[in-house]
């Protein structure tokens, strides 16, 4: 059964973000690319428009399978891909751009602080790239640092969701990536959108010690500028302060930042959230 959960009343923290992000590095968010979804786009614009909510600026990276190849300059220059999609989204085709970052022990990494240097506007990064490559960028961490929440995308049919267990494997195997998110699309009538969610939350926790910590679903009919959802809106102010952050070594995380984070997903409205495990 549904779990209802009271919440205070909403209060408005755009002006503590604003602040708190004016000061901050960027963040990045692994979004596991799902070749076999139909609708993925729709599912990286609601996350934008979630974002633009809280009046933050996000770059959309995208190395996944099917983004068209990146433009001749940004192979040396990432900044010379950059396209400004709206006054919140920002846009770098990226297939295969990664790769020519690799460092002698096979990390990535430093693609993320090219994508900083490229991009210091940018307040979130959305890293949408398949979970082979994700691992490499995320595996080499600095002791101390904890692994990010990684979003799964996936809809209902069974070559999505055997997709999207096996990046969560990958991840989790790999480089450690344990506790994941999924957006996953379906019609808001759907029976088995709850049942996939649970299935793979289980199979997650049987067989690799993972933790599925949130499901939303997405209407493929939304607009990128409808409103997203109550429970899309607490899954962003969560999913924050377990981004990865760009840190100079040795710094502490941003501890501010993450109260702030959790005092607002603890503000959002009382919500129907259907648990993940049975």
């Given at each position: ?92 085709s ?49 002791p ?100 990865w ?9 941003d ?17 129907h ?6």
């Amino acid at each position: 059964m549904p779990v209802t959960t009271d919440r205070p009343t909403p209060m408005d923290q755009a002006a503590g973000l604003r602040q708190m992000f004016a000061k901050a590095q960027t963040r990045f968010v692994p979004v596991v690319s799902n070749p076999h979804l139909v609708f993925g786009g729709v599912l990286l614009e609601r996350l934008c428009t979630a974002l633009g909510e809280l009046n933050l600026h996000t770059l959309v990276v995208d190395a996944s399978e099917r983004a068209a190849e990146p433009a001749e300059l940004a192979r040396f220059d990432l900044a010379e891909g950059l396209e400004r999609l709206s006054a919140q989204v920002s846009y770098l085709s990226a297939r295969g751009l990664p790769l020519r970052f690799v460092d002698a022990g096979g990390s990535t990494q430093n693609f993320l602080a090219a994508v900083a240097d490229a991009a210091p506007f940018a307040d979130v990064v959305l890293l949408h790239a398949p979970a082979s490559d994700l691992a490499r960028m995320f595996a080499h961490r600095a002791p101390g640092v904890d692994a990010p929440r990684a979003v799964l995308l996936c809809d209902e049919r069974p070559e999505a969701v055997t997709h999207a267990y096996a990046a969560l494997k990958l991840l989790a195997t790999r480089c450690g990536v344990m506790v994941h998110d999924l957006l996953l699309a379906a019609m808001p009538q759907s029976q088995r959108a709850a049942l996939v969610a649970d299935r793979l939350a289980q199979c997650a926790d049987d067989f690799l010690g993972a933790v599925l910590h949130d499901f939303v679903c997405i209407d493929p009919a939304e607009a990128a500028a409808d409103a997203p959802s109550d429970a899309l809106r607490r899954l962003v102010a969560e999913l924050l302060p377990a981004a990865w952050l760009q840190l100079p070594s040795g710094a502490p995380l941003d501890s501010g930042f993450d109260t702030l984070m959790h005092t607002r997903a603890a503000a959002l409205p009382s919500l129907h959230r259907a648990p993940v495990m049975n």
